[in-house]
C-alpha cells in the first residue's frame, strides 16, 4: 500500500514539473531573450567618489577609576 502512495506522489511530482516548465514543447525559442535591448546608448556614471581620509580626533580614556570601601568588623 505505501509503494501505491509513494508511486501516485511521484507521478503527481513529475506531472507538476513538466506542466511548470512547459513540458518540452510548444512555443520554445531555444532559451533565447524575445525582449530587445537598446545597445547604443551608453550610460556613463557621473557620481564623485569621497576618498577624502578622515583621521580620528577622539582621544581614549586610559584612566583608571577605582573605587574602595572600608568594611568595620568588630570582634
Request: hydrophobic share 30%; glycine share 10%.
Amino acid at each position: 500500500m505505501k509503494n501505491a502512495f509513494k508511486s501516485g506522489f511521484l507521478a503527481l511530482a513529475l506531472s507538476l514539473t513538466i506542466a511548470a516548465c512547459g513540458g518540452g514543447t510548444g512555443t520554445n525559442n531555444g532559451g533565447a531573450d524575445s525582449t530587445k535591448t537598446d545597445s547604443s546608448t551608453i550610460i556613463t556614471d557621473t557620481n564623485k567618489v569621497d576618498t577624502t581620509v578622515k583621521v580620528d580626533t577622539s582621544k581614549k580614556d586610559t584612566t583608571i577609576k577605582t573605587t574602595t570601601t572600608k568594611t568595620e568588623v568588630k570582634h
